[in-house]
């Protein structure tokens, strides 16, 4: 039998899971519980580039200060850290999107308008309820996503192409994350559309 292999990185995961958010975004017309899976690939994309925004050279800015200080201490004494890797966790990765202080000339820290600040907060806390689910019945009404997505997506949008740190040359990933981006915000205009005269 072969051997089949799904390959990904902190760099290009980002651009995976905007290609999903389309993906889903096509069917919430007609599927309604499509936007649990739009809330968690729009989530999953804007960790993985806030990841890559603020991990630095030595891969180390998005783990936790604690981690960071134990790896530092034993790379300083010549040995393999002990402790398990601890990642930062949602809202410390989009606090320091905005507070970097070692960056490139031309890189910019992200200055979220106060809509995008709520709407990453409200993706965070939707996400938590879908992928920790509790045994209970849940309605929602959703005709608020397409708002919190696309200000999630203008920010994905900001860290890729304007913080310096995802994609500093065009190539394949930068254009099919342009392509991603694109696609699912005309798709939100059809949605907000629709929703708007229902």
């Not at 089949?4 to 290009?12: E, G, N, V």
């Not at 409200?122 to 696309?150: A, D, Q, T």
């Not at 200000?151 to 991603?180: N, P």
């Amino acid at each position: 039998m072969a051997e089949i292999w799904m390959r990904t990185d902190y760099q290009h995961e980002g651009v995976h899971a905007l290609e999903m958010v389309v993906e889903q975004l096509k069917e919430v017309l007609e599927d309604p519980y499509r936007w649990k899976w739009v809330v968690v690939a729009t989530h999953n994309a804007l960790h993985a580039f806030m990841v890559a925004d603020v991990s630095g050279s030595d891969l180390l800015g998005a783990m936790t200060e604690k981690y960071a200080k134990h790896w530092r201490e034993q790379y300083e004494k010549g040995e393999h850290p002990k402790k398990p890797e601890r990642l930062a966790d949602f809202p410390e990765l989009f606090e320091r999107t905005q507070i970097q202080t070692q960056r490139f000339v031309d890189a910019r820290n992200l200055d979220p308008t106060e809509s995008q600040e709520d709407s990453v907060g409200r993706l965070n806390w939707w996400r938590g309820e879908f992928v920790h689910y509790k045994p209970k019945s849940l309605s929602i009404e959703v005709s608020g996503f397409p708002e919190i997505v696309r200000d999630c997506l203008d920010v994905a949008r900001f860290l890729a192409f304007e913080s310096m740190y995802v994609f500093r040359v065009q190539d394949e990933w930068s254009e099919r994350t342009e392509r991603a981006l694109g696609e699912a915000n005309a798709l939100l205009d059809v949605i907000k559309a629709s929703y708007s005269t229902a």
